[in-house]
């Protein structure tokens, strides 16, 4: 049985050691080195050692990152990029053609929303948005014959809303389109889109795949041999590739997922309970409650409901803001999915940018990254910023 076989039949954690990587044939070395190198001694012209010519092109720590999430996320190949954007981008002008059409979620983490808004529309590629949560919304916004992508995020940022991953690739398939899921908040560890009838998986591995808030990656994961094959053109021709040391950095993390995750989810699953019934919270917004209306699709699609936690204050927006202000242990900041919590007030912050448009988020509403610091410490800190 080769490495790859077996690694493929492995659980997910030992897939997250091993795969993509074996000890340096010269050195034994067991974790992969970071090759700090542009280019590569060719044995006479075109007498390439293992295909490296060019950093840009490929490059032995990219190679090794790239290889373990196309294991943990079950695709034909993965792509590593400088940031999710740059994948994001990437993908788009890969797959599509100016003229062509794509369905986007109604409450698209904002980056996302102005790539297509004020970027690739302008390259000529139009969007509509339409909620995932609704498989019947999402087929009517399709164009026949020119929606190339059905683009979704499960759990979508911040609301956190969840779209039935099967039920859209069918959608998707049989309007000739391709489903591509930004896994960023589940993870591979909680949610694998390819298995469920994705066609592409998108990551910020900048959030929980790094999950140390020490670096800014994108990813792709390809379901079949034909997109690889225009990602990889792309991914070469465009350049937006991260250097060996951020792909160390990534590939590091991700040795770790499935275990930080757990607590992510544990925290996570205090933080709610805590929240629930508190006098200063009107709602709380997570998929592992009974009374999220995306339920019972996350508990079939997910192993557990991730480590964010979104809710809305009684007080309205000052409120909010001063929520935000008084958290201590839960850091003021942007991104999610590292170690420590952090806090932040979409509306003013990761969202700004979609304020004024259909995609606009409540203005009482702070999004939690639930990190995996002692839970009371947590609870504690939040029982004090509420007041
Ligand atoms: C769901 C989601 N997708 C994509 C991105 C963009 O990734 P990056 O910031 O690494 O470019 C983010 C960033 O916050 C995100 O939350």
Redo the contacts with the bound molecule.
């Keep these: 049985m080769s490495t790859h076989e077996h690694q493929s039949k492995s659980g997910f954690e030992t897939r997250a050691i091993h795969a993509g990587y074996e000890p340096d044939p010269m050195t034994g070395a067991v974790i992969p080195p970071i090759y700090a190198t542009s280019t590569y001694k060719q044995d006479g012209v075109g007498g390439m050692r293992g295909g490296y010519e060019y950093s840009r092109s490929g490059n032995p720590t990219r190679t090794a990152l790239e290889g373990n999430l196309a294991a943990l996320e079950e695709g034909e190949r993965g792509f590593a990029f400088a940031?999710?954007?740059?994948a994001?981008d990437t993908l788009v002008r890969a797959l599509c053609r100016p003229g062509d059409h794509a369905v986007i979620p109604d409450d698209a983490?904002g980056?996302?929303y102005r790539l297509f808004d004020k970027v690739e529309r302008v390259w000529g590629l139009d969007h509509s948005p339409a909620p995932v949560s609704d498989v019947d919304a999402v087929r009517a916004a399709i164009r026949p014959g020119t929606t190339r992508l059905v683009w979704v995020?499960t759990p979508t940022?911040p609301l956190l809303n969840i779209g039935d991953i099967e039920a859209l690739a069918g959608v998707a398939h049989d309007a000739g389109a391709l489903l591509v899921v930004?896994n960023?908040?589940a993870s591979p560890y909680l949610q694998q889109p390819i298995p469920l009838g994705a066609d592409i998986v998108?990551h910020?591995?900048?959030?929980y795949c790094g999950g140390h808030s020490d670096v800014?990656?994108?990813a792709l994961v390809v379901r079949d041999l034909e997109v690889a094959e225009k990602v990889a053109f792309h991914q070469n021709s465009m350049g937006a590739v991260p250097g060996p040391f951020d792909c160390f950095l990534t590939h590091r993390g991700l040795k770790t997922l499935g275990v930080r995750m757990d607590r992510h989810c544990d925290n996570a699953e205090k933080v709610v309970a805590f929240l629930t019934g508190h006098p200063k919270v009107e709602q709380v917004i997570y998929p592992g409650l009974e009374e999220h209306p995306g339920h019972t699709v996350a508990s079939r699609q997910m192993k557990r409901f991730g480590g964010i936690v979104s809710f809305r204050v009684t007080g309205g927006e000052q409120e909010a803001l001063d929520v935000c202000a008084r958290a201590e242990v839960f850091t003021l900041g942007e991104?999610?999915g590292g170690v420590e919590s952090l806090i932040e007030h979409p509306g003013r912050m990761?969202h700004a940018s979609v304020a004024g448009t259909d995609l606009e988020v409540p203005a009482d509403l702070i999004r939690l990254s639930v990190g995996i610091e002692t839970a009371d410490d947590l609870l504690a800190d939040l029982d004090r910023a509420l007041g």
């Design positions: 940031s999710g954007l740059a994001e983490y980056g996302t995020e940022n930004d960023t908040f998108v910020s591995t900048t959030k800014v990656g994108g991104s999610l990761t």
